[in-house]
């Protein structure tokens, strides 16, 4: 039976505005920085990058003991066992089931608000990624923090890999992420669904 689930509260619909609105700026001057795109003047994108990064780590401190205080944490528990298989079938979902009209393998309900593969990337990129993504940016912003030499590699060039690497995972997640957002009971549902808060089932 179809039913209204109030999923995203207003402290993660804060947190994922901000958070999706930094990350694009970031993307933006990263790219403009790195390969003159957009034809933003350098002092200026190094700014507007280095505001929007404060910014986008202070959203994750807030994220981060969000999830813990309000229970949300609990959507992102992985149970191991079994994990690995019930990822596969969500993938023959989505390259197979979906284009034959079937029902997704795992409805989401009160107690499963992300299917194995949301759960997966989400974890990866909220504890991995964007962690490294930050710790790296500030160990640019701050040089003198850096090891001069790591293994005969100067620090500086292994930070600069480990931020270029971790911002480009980012953004190919952003744009997989936003296709991803598209299916669902119609295209536009699920960023309704971050408007008001409500996840409609099928
Ligand atoms: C313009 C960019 C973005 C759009 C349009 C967008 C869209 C959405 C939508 C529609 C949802 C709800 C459906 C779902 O739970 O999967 C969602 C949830 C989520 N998004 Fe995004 N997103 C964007 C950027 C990002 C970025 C940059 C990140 C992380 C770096 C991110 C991380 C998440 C997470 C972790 C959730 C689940 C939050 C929770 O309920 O705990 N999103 N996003």
């Known amino acids: 039976m179809a039913q209204k689930i109030y999923y995203y509260p207003v402290w993660i619909r804060i947190w994922h505005a901000t958070n999706a609105l930094m990350f694009l700026l970031l993307i933006i001057t990263g790219l403009s920085m790195q390969y003159g795109l957009f034809k933003i003047r350098f002092d200026y994108a190094v700014s507007i990058h280095n505001v929007s990064g404060i910014v986008l780590s202070v959203c994750y ?5 969000a999830n813990f ?23 023959v979902y989505y390259t197979v089931g979906i284009f034959k009209n079937q029902m997704p393998p795992f409805p989401l309900t009160i107690k499963r608000k992300f299917n194995p593969l949301q759960k997966f990337t989400y974890v990866s990129v909220m504890y991995i990624i964007v962690p490294l993504i930050i710790i790296s940016g500030y160990a640019m912003l701050f040089p003198e923090i850096i090891y001069e030499k790591v293994l005969g590699i100067p620090g500086i060039v292994l930070t600069d890999l480990v931020h270029v690497c971790t911002g480009f995972i980012g953004s190919i997640f952003m744009i997989i992420h936003i296709y991803f957002c598209t299916i669902g009971s119609k295209p536009a549902a699920n ?8 996840h409609q089932t099928e």
């Open 69 to 91: 205080i309000t229970g949300n944490l609990k959507y992102y528990r992985i149970k191991f066992k079994g994990f690995f298989k019930r990822l596969w079938v969500q993938f």
């Open 61 to 65: 401190l807030y994220y981060f003991m």
């Open 191 to 198: 960023f309704k669904s971050l408007v008001n808060g409500y």
